[in-house]
């Protein structure tokens, strides 16, 4: 893939490092088009990156190959929620890891993912700029190249929808608490003193006679900050058996990644994808008339 950008009359004389970092161009992108892609061209003439740009050039460079991957290809289905050249949106169901890790070393949404790959004749990497945990259902945005993983990473924001227990008041709230470790366990976080500063917004959208919903934007990226907070105001999330849970309704914690929103790397786009609830968290859903007076396409 060969990315184009014409100088603007502003950046006339900077040299050419500078000017695609400042178009979103890591340092390390820039170094891999130099010594291992095939370099970088104004109108067609190679130029070093030391080399001063001037207005109205077109800068040209072609992405380096990409590295090859450790992950196995193996037939694990996987759902396209959206798809262009710079990024894909896969819409995981709950009990998939997103990638191999020890406890879970293949079969993984990474693995089905090369798989996919490769069955249309193309390589590439498993690059996810947003990972959820195993039984966390919902959107995953992966990188479909160097190029386009850090622009992702800083404009990507998720909501995620969640049914708490207990009935909490319609509208909007958050939880800022600090997270760290809960004693000595690898997997399990707590609000401590000691912890990391967390933020979670949230919205409740509904509420019944024993659960309630909400639309939950963390602001900070803390491990199971949401299941966290909520457990910590005294509302873990239905199944949660980790936080205070009860899995009497379900089985899983009911968390979803129902909305991604960000900017396309090239274009500066604003995209947003969404994807409704899966089967188990709509059926607890409705059992308490929880999906009525709101719409997905308003979160």
């Keep these: 893939m060969e990315l184009c950008y014409i100088v603007p009359p502003e950046a006339e004389g900077q040299r050419l490092g500078l000017f695609l970092r ?10 891999s088009v130099k010594h291992v892609g095939e370099g970088f061209y104004a109108d067609d003439v190679p130029i070093h990156t030391d080399r001063p740009v001037h207005s109205g050039q077109r800068i040209t ?5 990409e590295p090859p991957t450790s992950v196995v290809p193996q037939p ?10 710079f990024a894909v949106v896969l819409d995981k169901p709950a009990g998939l890891a997103v990638h191999p890790t020890l406890n879970y070393p293949d079969h993984t949404l990474a693995n089905g993912w090369i798989y996919h790959l490769q069955s249309e004749g193309k390589t ?5 700029v947003n990972r959820i945990d195993k039984n966390t259902s919902g959107l995953v945005l992966c990188a479909q190249n160097a190029f386009a993983a850090p622009l992702l990473s800083e404009t990507a924001q998720k909501c995620y929808l969640a ?7 319609l509208g909007p709230g958050q939880v800022e608490a600090p997270i ?16 990391k ?11 019944g006679p024993g659960h309630s919903l909400l639309a939950c934007t963390p602001r900070t990226g803390r491990t199971h900050q949401i299941r966290v907070h909520m457990a910590y105001i005294g509302h873990p999330l239905a199944g949660d058996t980790l936080y205070g849970g009860s899995d009497d309704v379900i089985d899983r914690h009911a968390l979803h990644c129902g909305v991604l929103n960000f900017c396309h ?35």
């Design 22 to 31: 400042t178009r979103g161009v890591t340092a390390g992108l820039i170094k």
């Design 61 to 65: 460079f072609a992405l380096p190959p």
């Design 76 to 85: 694990v289905p996987v759902s396209i929620a959206y798809e262009d050249a």
């Design 124 to 128: 590439g990497v498993f690059r996810p």
């Design 163 to 169: 049914i708490v227990q207990g009935s909490l008041p």
């Design 180 to 195: 760290g470790r809960r004693g000595d366990s690898i997997i399990g976080r707590c609000v401590t003193p000691q912890g």
């Design 197 to 207: 500063y967390s933020l979670t917004e949230y919205t409740v959208l509904a509420a």
């Design 265 to 299: 790397p090239l274009t500066g786009k604003s995209i947003r994808v969404s994807c409704p609830l899966p089967a188990d968290m709509q059926a607890l859903a409705q059992s308490e008339r929880l999906l009525d007076g709101w719409n997905l396409n308003d979160l």
